[in-house]
C-alpha cells in the first residue's frame, strides 16, 4: 500500500475516536495513510489498534482540568508528540484538544483542522477563565486551514465573536451515520412504552430534566419504562455524582444502565429517545436513534433542535424544564401507533438523505488533499 505520510487524530477521549470517527479512519487507512490516535487511556484504547488498525498513543489531558501547572504539562506533552511524529496533517476533535492541538501544530507549522462538535461548558457558563479559553479558541482556530461545524448555529457564534476571521469553514451533518450499521428496525409491542436515554451524565446534558420528567409520566403511566445510558464519572466540572445517581437507581424511576458498548440493542428496545441537552453540535444519539427508526425529544437549543424536524422526526420541548419534556413524553404515550411508525420512518429517511457518514468522510480527505496540494504549491510558487 502507498505510504502517503502519517495523519494524527487528537481528542480528549479514545472512546470518541472510536465510535464517531472510526469511518474517517478507515478512509484514512485506505487511502494510504498511517493514523496515529492521540487520546486518553480508556476501554476503548485498545479498540482503535486492535478493530481499526491504527497506532494508539496515550495522551495525558484531563476534560475538566483548570489547573495552569497541569494544563501546561498537557500542551507540552502534545507538542513533543507531535514534533516527534511529524504528521502530515493533524484533525482536531472536542474542545480541549481544538484548543491545545491548535495552538501546538500552530507554533509548530503543522496543517491542521480543528473540529467543533459542541460548544462545551466553555460557551455555556460566563466567567474569567471561560472568557480566556474562548479567546484562545480563537487563536487555534485562526491558524487552521478548515473549521468544521455541525450546525450553522454554532459557527454564526464563532463568527460573531471573532473566533474565526478568514478561516475557511465548513458545515457537517454531525459526525456522519453509518447507515449500514445503524439499520431501521420496527417499533416494539406498545406496551410497555419506552423511553431512553443515552447521554454522559452531566447535569449539561438534562439528565437531571429527564429524571425528574420520568417520576412525571410515571404517575399517570405507572409502566413506562425510561432506560438512561452513559458512563458515570465523566471528566467535567457538570459530572453527576456517584451518590445522585445512586439515589435515582434506589428511586426507581429510571434504570440506569452504565455505558453500553453497543447501545443498539438499548435503541431497539425504546419507542422515543430523549435527549433535553442544553446546547450540541450535532447530538449523534439522536442521529442514531433516527437511523433506526425512532423519533426523538429534544430541547429547543442549537444542535438538538437541528437533529430533528419538529413535528415529523420528532418533538421539542423546553430546555431546563422537566414539566415540558414530561408533558411532550406523555403526548408521546398517547399517540397512535402508526403515528409513532411514521415519525420513525421519517426519520430513517431524513438520515438516509442528509446525515450519511460518506458526506462528512469525503470532506476531511478533501481537507486533506487541498492542504496537501497548498503544500506543493508553495514550495514551488
Known sequence: ??????????????????????????????????VIG??????????????????????????KGT???????????LANMLLRFKPTFVFNFTVKANIYSGLACRALGI???????????????????????????????????????????????FQSHGLLRETPTAVLPGSGMDTTRFSF??????????????????????????VQAAAQVRIDHSNSRFL????????????????????WQAAGVVEVLGEQGDVRPFIQQAHVLVLPSYREGMPRTVLEAAAMGRPAIVSDVPGCRQAIVAGQTGWLCEVKSADSLAQCMKRCIALPQAELQAAGKAARVRIEDEFDERIVVEAALDCLHDARTGYVEDLTG
Open 1 to 34: 500500500m502507498q505510504d502517503n505520510g502519517i495523519v494524527v487524530l487528537v481528542s480528549n477521549t479514545s472512546w470518541y475516536l472510536y465510535n464517531f470517527r472510526r469511518g474517517t479512519i478507515l478512509a484514512l487507512r485506505e487511502s494510504g495513510y498511517t
Open 228 to 247: 438512561l445510558i452513559g458512563p458515570h464519572g465523566a471528566s467535567n466540572c457538570t459530572a453527576i455524582s456517584e451518590v445522585e445517581v445512586q439515589r
Open 185 to 210: 428496525s420496527p417499533l416494539p409491542a406498545p406496551v410497555p412504552f419506552t423511553f431512553v436515554m443515552i447521554a454522559r451524565l452531566l447535569g449539561d446534558k438534562g439528565v437531571r430534566e429527564y
Open 38 to 63: 492521540l487520546a486518553p487511556q480508556d476501554a476503548y484504547s485498545h479498540r482503535l489498534v486492535d478493530e481499526l488498525g491504527i497506532k494508539h498513543v496515550p495522551l495525558p489531558m484531563e476534560g
Open 67 to 77: 489547573r495552569l501547572l497541569g494544563e501546561g504539562r498537557s500542551l507540552l506533552a
Open 111 to 157: 496543517p491542521y483542522a480543528n473540529n467543533v462538535s459542541g460548544l462545551g461548558t466553555a460557551f455555556l457558563h460566563d466567567s474569567w477563565l471561560y472568557r480566556r479559553v474562548r479567546s484562545l479558541y480563537g487563536v487555534a482556530n485562526c491558524g487552521a486551514r478548515r473549521v468544521f461545524f455541525q450546525n450553522q448555529e454554532d459557527h454564526d457564534l
